[in-house]
């Protein structure tokens, strides 16, 4: 099975600050890479999928970047609204793994 | 606009099987995959399995094979993840989403949530 692993666990920053997330993949995953936005609760929500395509009614704030095995999520201004757990899911196998999470929370 | 809609709260005992719906409205159920997804308490997100509406073929993570059964009424628009011989490592709040319709492994739309409570 491929492992995603996020870095770091939880990131502690303040509105305006640029936000920068790391998930690698254990084998290349070319770019079969989705990001996904979860608040206490409530279920996920998909932010981007092939590592850089913004989903529909997604602020451009976020944009994602990577290939292969290392990738990257950046919120260029980080806003109220987006202190919340990301995770990154694989979708190159069926399988679908996701990972750990990180957790974005107020400095 | 599309909706998936789960039911709500369940406990069952250790041992039992649960049986999980989740109700498509929007779109056309039978043109995108179901896919279930589960969060235990304070944990991340696990893929437990997806169902193709159309055919009723289904595709399991490993170490679901044998103990998660997923079936579909498309009279009703409706998917169903049953789970059985549950124990407390399976206390979590269960997700059904749909498949994107070019990559069908991202999950586009998302249910509320169902929580199972597994206690004795």
Redesign the interface.
């Known amino acids: 099975?491929i492992q995603m692993t996020q870095s770091p666990s939880t990131l502690s920053a303040s509105v305006g600050d640029r936000v920068t997330i790391t998930c690698r993949a254990s084998q290349s995953i070319s770019s079969?890479l989705?990001w996904?936005q979860?608040k206490p609760g409530?279920?996920?929500?998909?932010l981007l999928?092939?590592a850089t395509t913004l989903?529909s009614g997604v602020p451009s704030r976020f944009s994602g970047s990577g290939s292969g095995t290392e990738f990257t999520l950046t919120i260029s201004s980080l806003q109220p609204d987006d202190f919340a757990t990301y995770?990154c899911?694989q979708?190159d196998s069926?399988?679908?793994?996701?990972?750990?999470?990180t957790k974005v929370e107020s400095k | 606009q599309v909706q998936l809609v789960q039911s709500g709260a369940e406990v069952k005992k250790p041992g039992a099987s649960v049986k999980v719906p989740c109700k498509a409205s929007g779109y056309t159920f039978t043109g995108y995959f179901i896919?279930w997804?589960r969060q235990a308490p304070g944990q991340?997100?696990?893929?437990m399995g997806?169902i193709n509406p159309a055919s009723g073929d289904a595709?399991f993570?490993?170490r679901f094979q044998g103990r998660v059964t997923l079936t579909r009424d498309t009279s009703i628009s409706t998917a169903y993840m049953e789970l059985s011989r549950l124990t407390s490592d399976d206390t979590a709040l269960y997700?059904c989403?749909r498949g994107?319709l070019i990559?069908?492994?991202?999950?586009?739309y998302?249910?509320?949530?169902t929580l199972v409570t597994v206690s004795s």
């Open positions: 099975d079969w989705a996904y979860q409530k279920a996920p929500k998909l999928f092939k989903e995770y899911q979708y069926y399988s679908g793994t996701f990972g750990q999470g | 896919h997804v991340g997100l696990e893929w997806r595709n993570a490993q997700f989403a994107h990559y069908g492994m991202v999950h586009d998302w249910g509320q949530g």
